[in-house]
């Protein structure tokens, strides 16, 4: 019973049992006895000195019984203390739960089977009973195993199924994909053919073409007179070394000068104009890997030979030049283009170095490197009249200046 109210009655054992334990702490000697007998009962019942003894055949949880009606016969005899007012409060969580819940005192299905089993008179009834239920759980058995494996083929056929159905699937997507794959390759093969001949033909053309072009250009040059040759010589990229050769021997200086700028120009040629009568044209030779901008100049409708002033005024106001161009730069016989060279901060040491022999200007020139730009390109005479007529000069320059010879 106390245990059948405590696994359908917990909240109210767990209630009885506190109030059980508040009376029993009212007086200390009687809760020091049920504890005794609460956990030293089971101990005293293993002792090999009580084999034999009455306490030898109490069971644990008799001993846990007795030790809590104990409790409730000390409090109930216990009026002053106040022990009987806390067993009654102990009572009244099992006195409602045995009110309002009749079921907890209804016996357990167990507990009829175990004394339907006692009946001498119902032993064949219960093998019948356990031998059809035996009969009825093997039949569930049989049935389960059916059903599990019909559901198992359903789910194997529509498994297969579903398999066959993507091989099918694939294999047209394949077919299609090797359809479209040729059928690009064949495209792609027929538009580099067509590409391919038509970069023949264009290239068959652009030969013919310029086979043409320097046939009537080698045919043209004999019609021209001396300055259509010279703005052609300049205006044409690419000429023959035939023509060159020939036309180096014109009359005409500027013709020969364009021919010793023109990049076309063999050693050869130039070699033979190095030892040319006129000085522009040797000078040209010297400057023949500059590069067209520096040589040549397309104004009013023509070309013509950029002038040394021009190529000055470049130098002044252009920066981070590339040495091999001032070095090429540097061979010209123009003293003001050499001076300018000479006093630009691209210019190295070794392009320097070959001034060492030149005019007092273009050594003078080298000093005025540490100036700046509105004073170190200027030549003497220009920086004599700077001075007369400026009123505000930096001392410095006026101390640099008196320095110089």
């Avoid at 297969?160 to 159905?165: D, G, R, S, V, Y």
């Amino acid at each position: 019973m106390i245990n059948r109210f405590w696994n359908k009655a917990r909240r109210a054992s767990i209630l009885t049992i506190v109030f059980l334990l508040l009376g029993l702490l009212s007086n200390p000697k009687f809760l020091v006895l049920v504890i005794f007998i609460y956990f030293a009962g089971p101990v005293i019942s293993n002792l090999e000195a009580l084999k034999n003894s009455f306490f030898r055949k109490i069971k644990k949880d008799n001993w846990r019984k007795g030790a809590l009606l104990l409790a409730c016969i000390l409090l109930a005899f216990d009026i002053e203390g106040g022990g009987l007012g806390f067993l009654i409060f102990a009572l009244v969580p099992i006195v409602w739960v045995s009110l309002t819940d009749k079921k907890i005192f209804d016996k357990d299905k167990d507990k009829d089977k175990d004394k339907v089993l006692d009946k001498p008179f119902d032993v064949e009834n219960n093998e019948i009973l356990i031998k059809n239920d035996q009969k009825k759980d093997d039949l569930v058995i049989q049935s389960n195993a059916i059903n599990q494996s019909k559901n198992y083929q359903n789910e194997n056929y529509e498994d297969n199924k579903q398999k066959i159905t993507n091989q099918e699937i694939s294999k047209v997507k394949q077919t299609i994909s090797n359809e479209v794959s040729s059928q690009e390759i064949i495209t792609e093969l027929n538009k580099s053919t067509e590409a391919k001949s038509l970069v023949d033909e264009k290239s068959l053309i652009d030969v013919n073409s310029n086979e043409n072009n320097n046939k009537n250009n080698n045919e043209n040059w004999e019609n021209l007179d001396d300055s259509e040759i010279f703005q052609k010589l300049i205006s044409t990229k690419r000429v023959s070394t035939e023509t060159l050769n020939k036309l180096a021997d014109s009359d005409d200086w500027e013709i020969r000068k364009a021919i010793a700028l023109h990049e076309c120009a063999t050693e050869e040629i130039l070699d033979k104009l190095r030892n040319d009568d006129d000085g522009d044209v040797k000078n040209a030779v010297k400057l023949n890997k500059l590069p067209k901008d520096w040589k040549f100049i397309f104004e009013d409708e023509k070309w013509d030979f950029v002038d040394d002033d021009l190529i000055v005024e470049r130098l002044k106001h252009r920066k981070n030049l590339d040495p091999n161009f001032l070095n090429i730069l540097s061979d010209s016989s123009s003293e003001d283009i050499k001076r300018t060279i000479a006093a630009h901060p691209d210019t190295n040491q070794k392009i320097l170095s070959k001034f060492r022999n030149e005019d007092d200007e273009v050594k003078e020139a080298i000093k005025y490197r540490q100036l700046g730009d509105e004073w170190k390109y200027l030549n003497k005479n220009e920086i004599a009249e700077k001075i007369k007529n400026s009123n505000d000069i930096d001392e410095k320059i006026l101390e640099f200046f008196s320095k110089s010879p």
